[in-house]
């Protein structure tokens, strides 16, 4: 998956993020131009958020959360 596509509480791994190990997304927001802001904690809650912003197409490892639209 890639950057722009992340919603909260989806759980990812990014090797620049919390070391490549999962980590849940908290909150995402697109920016100007072809970037997009995005606050993540480690996936077992034990540090602190942290945020970074990202080029749109960033690629990530989806681990859990793909599903999040549609009818039950």
Same mark, same amino acid.
Do not use: K, Y
């Given at each position: 998956?890639?950057? &722009? #596509?992340l919603h909260q509480g989806q759980l990812v791994s990014a090797p620049e993020w919390n070391g490549g190990? =999962?980590?849940? $997304? +908290?909150?995402?927001?697109?920016?100007?131009?072809?970037? &997009?802001?995005?606050?993540?904690? #480690?996936?077992? +809650?034990? +540090?602190?958020?942290?945020?970074?912003?990202? =080029?749109?197409?960033?690629?990530?490892?989806? $681990?859990?959360?793909?599903? $999040?639209?549609? #009818?039950?």
């Amino acid at each position: 998956m890639v950057a &722009v #596509d992340l919603h909260q509480g989806q759980l990812v791994s990014a090797p620049e993020w919390n070391g490549g190990e =999962p980590v849940r $997304i +908290c909150l995402v927001h697109r920016v100007a131009g072809a970037q &997009v802001a995005v606050l993540f904690q #480690d996936a077992r +809650c034990r +540090c602190a958020a942290e945020s970074a912003v990202v =080029p749109v197409g960033m690629e990530l490892t989806l $681990i859990s959360g793909g599903c $999040i639209g549609g #009818d039950r």
